[in-house]
């Protein structure tokens, strides 16, 4: 099984797999994240075009503001 690493949690890894993907594989719905594969700054406009290569590691964090 191919897989990539999406916050420390394995998951299998498909052919022309794209951050919106993930998302929705891993339920995340929050709007202000940053995303980063292999270190790399992933743009928001990228998350539907980005191939996530297999066995790469994807960092999601959530953005929250407040004062």
């Known amino acids: 099984m191919k897989t990539i690493t999406v916050n420390g949690n394995l998951i299998e890894?498909?052919?022309?797999?794209?951050?919106?993907?993930i998302l929705r594989i891993m339920n995340y719905t929050f709007k202000m994240l940053v995303i980063?594969?292999?270190g790399e700054l992933i743009k928001k406009e990228?998350?539907?075009?980005?191939?996530?290569p297999v066995?790469?590691?994807?960092?999601?964090?959530?953005?929250?503001?407040?004062?």
Do not use: A, F, P
Not at 46 to 52: F, Q
Not at 55 to 67: A, C, D, F, P
């Open 46 to 52: 990228e998350y539907g075009t980005k191939n996530v």
């Open 36 to 38: 980063k594969v292999n």
């Open 13 to 21: 890894w498909e052919e022309n797999m794209t951050i919106d993907k």
């Open 55 to 67: 066995n790469s590691v994807v960092k999601i964090i959530h953005l929250i503001s407040g004062g």
